[in-house]
């Protein structure tokens, strides 16, 4: 039964996924991604000196309890 509860969630998490890689590469979508960005995300904190000098993200989400950590591997582009 647990499944059969997260098999939606988990196939809209896949679509919009999908839908995010494919729009992200035209321009003509990028002000449609930032408004539905803008929905979803309250702040995102940038700690360049990070982990071990590494890059680090943390993305808080509305409505979320916690943050979302992103820690890259390489300096991002300027």
Known sequence: ??????????????SFTEALANKSNHKPHRPELRRA?????????LDPHGKDGVWCFTVHLKGACEAVEIVCRAKPES
Do not use: Q, S
Request: hydrophobic letters at 55%; zero cysteines; proline letters at 4%.
């Open 1 to 14: 039964m647990r499944f059969r509860a997260e098999a939606p969630a988990l196939e809209t998490y896949k």
């Open 37 to 45: 960005l803008a929905v979803l995300v309250e702040k995102i904190v």
